[in-house]
């Protein structure tokens, strides 16, 4: 049997993103590391739903000295150990890095998908940036974006995904389907 994910972005998705002009950025320390409400319930339902459920994150803040790999580390081992989470891949890495892992690009997902033998077709990149969008797109996953209105939103032109409110929402529609 072919195995399906969802592959979730986590700034924005699992905990709260923090806007400033117009853009996400991930928590500054743990005094504004917070689980968005209603994600526990949401991923217990994608887990019911047979998802495989694996987080594919940017952290550029690592590589440009603005956060420690083991604080980002600290966020992980909390959101695994407080969220039926299957895996948690992390691209640290800046756009002039030119890597294959970071969002837009498919590296993590495929290499993910490689590792848990998961369909990319039957499965789902729930996010909340054109990044992930671009990312599930390209991977042949379906797309739902949660559209906080981001300023960068312009960048979706031409790109395939279903806009919801939150992951419970996006896992509400999928266990409709």
């Known amino acids: ?3 399906k994910a969802a592959f979730l972005d986590r700034d924005g998705v699992i905990n709260r993103a923090y806007v400033r002009d117009g853009k ?14 209603g994600v526990h319930e949401a991923i217990e339902q994608l887990v019911a739903l047979k998802y495989r459920v694996i987080v594919v994150t940017n952290q550029p803040d690592v590589r440009t000295g603005k956060q420690t790999k083991e604080q980002v580390e600290g966020f992980h081992q909390y959101l695994r150990d ?8 992390t691209c640290f ?14 590296g993590m997902l495929f290499a993910a998908a490689r590792d848990h033998g998961v ?3 039957k499965s789902v990149m729930i996010g909340d940036r054109w990044r992930d969008i671009g990312a599930g797109n390209t ?6 974006l949660i559209d906080y209105g981001y300023d960068e939103m ?10 919801v409110t939150d992951l419970r929402e996006a896992a509400e529609i999928l266990a409709k389907a």
């Open 82 to 89: 407080n969220l039926p989470i299957d895996e948690i891949r």
């Open 24 to 37: 996400p950025y991930p928590p500054n320390g743990w005094h504004d590391f917070e689980i968005l409400p």
């Open 154 to 163: 312009v960048n979706l032109v031409g790109l395939d995904y279903e806009s």
């Open 119 to 121: 369909d990319c077709s």
């Open 139 to 144: 991977a042949g996953c379906r797309c739902f």
């Open 1 to 3: 049997m072919t195995k």
């Open 93 to 106: 890495h800046v756009e002039s890095d030119n890597c294959d892992c970071r969002k837009p690009k498919t």
